[in-house]
């Protein structure tokens, strides 16, 4: 069974940073690809980035690139989101996603498992 746990979730003031991670287990992710999504208070939940976890290709939302970055460390199992400069409106639940594919997908329903996300709260 595939687990993924978030963890680096806080309140930040805006202009801030802060590094999501996501502890993956239960399989070899080799194959597969990572994504995550956030979701703001009334909102549908959005893309925010992807990385194919065998190669390292990674995408990211348009609105959001240049203040994110996403990575894995491979012997950790984990991936990291790297949110820079960050704004109140970056405020929501962050969920990482994993799905059987290694092609990079920006769906939310093309992923085949989520954690239970973290919340980002950031002030002003």
């Known amino acids: 069974q595939v687990q993924l746990v978030e963890a680096g979730g806080g309140v930040v003031q805006a202009g801030g940073s802060l590094r999501l991670s996501c502890a993956a287990s239960?399989?070899?992710?080799?194959?597969?690809?990572m994504g995550w999504f956030r979701q703001a208070p009334g909102k549908e939940r959005e893309f925010v980035s992807a990385i194919n976890w065998s190669s390292g290709a990674t995408h990211y939302a348009a609105s959001l690139k240049g203040r994110i970055t996403i990575s894995r460390d491979n012997a950790k199992n984990t991936v990291y989101l790297q949110m820079n400069s960050l704004k109140p409106e970056d405020t929501g639940v962050y969920y990482c996603?994993?799905?059987?594919?290694?092609?990079?997908?920006?769906?939310?329903?093309?992923?085949?498992?989520w954690g239970q996300g973290t919340q980002v709260t950031v002030s002003l």
């Open positions: 996603a994993a799905r059987n594919r290694i092609a990079i997908a920006t769906s939310a329903g093309a992923y085949d498992y």
């Open positions: 239960g399989r070899t992710f080799s194959s597969y690809g």
